[in-house]
């Protein structure tokens, strides 16, 4: 429910509870979608859905197909986010899931290589793009809805239910493959078992809808709605605006190299033959499992802390922390040592990388005004991450099977786009004491901190909205 202290917010009906639930069910189950392919990508297709022979050329195409999805979500960014900044929030979220389902669906459905020979991995290729399409609006879609149902002071806190959501969606993903990898015959599961994962999907189709049917569009646009400030191109606005801002989210944006080298690159290191490590595949699933789990824990505190020290500073700790992380990561599957492994994945993906995962959702929508928010997110975003999805096969490639110091290789690569991305969170204003309606504007003046914490306050006495939960 709006303060009404805080008079510089939209005013009307706030569904705080409503939309977080929305957000954080709505982006577990897309990401169930996108991270089933993921671990697929790394653990299976190399081996059903292109030419046998050189290991290293299969682990590579098919890690290329994980990276033709993001290939994709610039242009779903595109129309997507002109959508969400014209006809509102929740009629993009609902597109969002029906795309994303039924093209994850049609996976399942697939003709293997041997079947159909080069018809296989094309017909990959091409449900690949359509869920890189469909997820491109989904973050900032759901980031954007709940942040402007959110009450002030406690935007940080719940906007990171949207990536709470995600982690959740990835546990899902490695969850429904490891009974299925850990009982049944290698024979069967490379066959059809791998297919259950991608035909449960059809649950997204039908569950995304009932739950994003509930929330009402936010007051924030439906304040610009009623206006009659809603752009015709909010794509040009959010470039003419707010390029520098868009410039910094999609450095910020390279941070999604640490879950490429957690559950992509990593899991081809621990698990493909090639690399003669040896991880068993139902073994190694678990690393990012646990990881999510406790990442699961931790991201709701980090996004509180967010709105008591600002968004700028867990960010920055969060990136730099993460990349001289993954050099321990590396070493641990490199020696074959799956307590250290874990360990390490424990603190770079599941505490130490959610300094920027928690607080990403709050503080990229916030740079941007309601009138633009969801395409300046929604493209700076996926411009960024399309860069990182390009890693797994560049990993392959210069650090490919029989290599030395993989290691130092690819833990030096994830440093330093780790440091390109704090820097950029370093140049960036602070946002998270700016009114809803003055975000975007680069010449806001921040609510002076003492009433800032007294109004943050008050707000968490009337919303009884215990710590930690969506309701």
Known sequence: MANPATHNEPQGRHQTKKATASGWIGSALEYYDFFIYATAAALIFPQIFFPKGDPKIAIIASLATYGVGYVARPIGAFVLGHLGDTHGRKQVLVICMFLMGFSTVAVGLLPTYDQVGLWAPALLVLMRLIQGFAVAGEISGASSMI???????????FASFTLQGVQAGQIMAAAV?????????????????WRIPFLLSFIVIVAGYI????VDETPAFAEVDKSGKVPKAPVIQAVTESWRDMLRVMC?????VIPVVTTIFGAAYAVQPGYGIGFEKDVYLWIPVMGNIVAVVVIPFVGSLSDKIGRRIPIMVGAVGSGLLSFAYLYAISIHNVPMAIVFSLLMWGVVYQGYNAVFPSFYPEMFPTRTRVSGMAISQNLGTLVTAMLPALFVAVAPPGAMNIPVMIGSITLGVTIVAAIAAFTARETYRIHMRDLGNPNA??????EYDRMRERTIEES????????
Not at 445 to 450: H, T
Not at 466 to 471: E, F, L, V
Request: with cysteine.
């Open 252 to 256: 910020c944006s390279l941070m999604n």
């Open 211 to 214: 739950i994003r049917r509930e």
């Open 177 to 193: 493959f490891l009974p299925l990898a850990h009982y049944m015959p290698a024979e069967q599961f490379n066959s059809w078992g």
């Open 464 to 471: 009884k909205v215990p710590a930690g939960r969506t309701a």
């Open 147 to 157: 942040l402007e149902h959110a009450p002030f002071g406690r935007r940080g806190f």
């Open 445 to 450: 003046v921040p609510v002076d901190k003492d």
